[in-house]
């Protein structure tokens, strides 16, 4: 069965500096991988997908970027944290667009 | 652009109870319509879909008809137990179909015994 990891769940982090969080996926091959984010308050925001191996979409300019360097493997990362870069970070990925997404259990970033 | 509205919450109901949560959205074309469950603890799960107007998606007691004429898409149960206290979802996807996502800001809903 496929199954997704992410972490870490929580990270507290100063302003200025790196970030890297991690999602790994199991059990399936070349799936659409998604990063999303979560604000207090707000919906849930498209960060960026993509749907194979260094092909990334980005949906709105930030300070984040993300990368995918193996099939199953999507990093989303930042050189210089921001204040506004606080929030809930949810990978997600599917088989196809359109199809079901299947959700990680999320990492809660707190940048000071 | 395409968006996605919740009723606010937190929506705290009795057990048995019935449940509303109103979702309505703004789309151009034909989306598919959905809504995810996030249970304390846990990462987001499809609760259910619809992707077509009058279909309606259904799953564990919940109901959502997809209503074009209104472009609503409001989540119901009859009877709710202390195991639905969670936060609930609305989504469209993209029609473009690539996958993406587009959420409503969630409703929590606390179900007391």
Same mark, same amino acid.
């Given at each position: ?27 399936? +091959?070349?799936?659409?991988? $998604? ?7 707000? %919906?849930?925001? !498209?960060? &960026?997908? /993509? ?9 709105v300019p930030q300070n984040l970027s993300a990368s995918r360097p193996q099939d199953r493997q999507f990093i989303l990362s930042s050189k210089k944290l921001l204040? +506004?870069?606080?929030?809930? $970070? ?7 667009? %359109?199809?079901? !997404?299947? &959700?990680? /259990? ?7 | ?113």
């Amino acid at each position: 069965s496929q199954t997704i990891h992410q972490w870490p769940a929580t990270l507290v982090q100063p302003v200025g500096s790196p970030l890297s969080l991690e999602c790994t996926v199991e059990g399936t +091959s070349n799936p659409n991988l $998604y990063w999303y984010r979560q604000a207090a308050g707000r %919906g849930l925001q !498209l960060l &960026f997908y /993509s749907v194979g191996i260094g092909q990334i979409s980005s949906e709105v300019p930030q300070n984040l970027s993300a990368s995918r360097p193996q099939d199953r493997q999507f990093i989303l990362s930042s050189k210089k944290l921001l204040l +506004s870069d606080s929030g809930f $970070y949810l990978c997600a990925w599917s088989e196809d667009p %359109g199809g079901k !997404l299947f &959700f990680g /259990s999320g990492t809660q970033l707190s940048v000071l | 652009g395409d968006s996605v509205t919740q009723m606010e919450g937190p929506v705290t109901l009795s057990e048995e109870a019935f449940l509303t949560i109103n979702c309505t959205y703004t789309a151009t074309g034909y989306p598919s319509l959905f809504w995810y469950v996030q249970y304390p603890g846990e990462g987001l799960q499809l609760l259910l879909k619809a992707t077509k107007a009058d279909d309606k998606g259904s799953n564990k007691g919940f109901e959502a008809t997809y209503r074009k004429e209104t472009t609503s898409f409001h989540l119901e149960k009859g009877s709710v137990q202390v195991s639905d206290s969670a936060v609930y979802f609305c989504a469209l996807s993209d029609v473009s179909n690539t996958g993406k996502l587009i959420f409503g800001q969630g409703t929590t809903l606390q179900v007391k015994p």
